[in-house]
């Protein structure tokens, strides 16, 4: 059993039965000169995350962990986008539209893959997710459940997005969740630090919240 330092007590866990899921470090949120950039946000602020990120999927994939990849994005067809998401921002270019790097969050496009720094293993899984939560219209349940697993390490952006709707639905399907606050990212410092708060309040409500320096530290001992 490895144990992390945490918020708001210690986090046990066992690697056999605990996944890392990185959610949607695409190019079109976090590269220069994608999606998120063209809409205002200063993507160093995501960029932070993607150094802190590799040393932990570099530690889990040593660890044996299973790490799963998530993407948000939409059929070419766009028949799985909602008509709200898709009139949402009243944005001269969304989903679907072209974009900086190919069609907005269109699955195959440029712009929709994982960022070349964390690019998936063959064999790890990738779960396109039409929506926010991982585990909306995906069969991220079925595959944890069917590995045995129990707890996820969750990185990834952006904090208060999709971070914490995957986070709020794996809590309510059973798992415990630790966050690692270096290894997710947000375009808003107060997002940032109210999304974690809110995760880690009330002894832990949504799960606890640790860093990457404490999670290895645990991993390796
Ligand atoms: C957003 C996400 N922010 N991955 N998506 O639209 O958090």
Redesign the pocket.
């Known amino acids: 059993m490895a144990r992390v330092q945490a918020e708001p007590y210690e986090f046990e866990f066992e690697p056999a039965t605990t996944a890392l899921l990185v959610?949607?470090m695409?190019r079109d949120?976090v590269d220069p000169g994608g999606f998120?950039e063209a809409l205002g946000n200063d993507v160093s602020l995501l960029r932070k995350a993607i150094a802190p990120t590799k040393r932990v999927l570099d530690a889990a994939r040593s660890a044996k962990m299973l790490v799963i990849h998530t993407r948000?994005g939409h059929r070419p067809d766009l028949s799985d986008l909602p008509p709200s998401k898709k009139a949402r921002g009243k944005l001269k270019a969304g989903i679907g539209d072209p974009g900086p790097m190919g069609r907005i969050l269109v699955r195959g496009e440029y712009g929709h893959d994982i960022i070349d720094e964390l690019k998936p293993l063959p064999g790890e899984p990738v779960m396109d997710k039409p929506g926010?939560g991982a585990f909306y219209a995906t069969d991220l349940d079925a595959m944890l459940k069917n590995r045995g697993v129990q707890q996820l390490v969750v990185c990834?952006?952006?904090?208060?997005?999709?971070?914490n709707?995957s986070v709020r639905e794996a809590n309510d399907r059973g798992y415990d969740c630790l966050v690692l606050e270096d290894c997710v990212a947000s375009?808003f410092p107060e997002f940032q630090l109210m999304a974690l708060r809110m995760i880690k309040a009330q002894g832990g409500i949504f799960g606890w919240v640790s860093d990457s320096r404490k999670f290895l530290a645990a991993l390796r001992s």
């Open positions: 959610i949607d695409q949120f998120g948000e926010k990834g952006v952006t904090t208060e997005v999709c971070v709707s375009y």
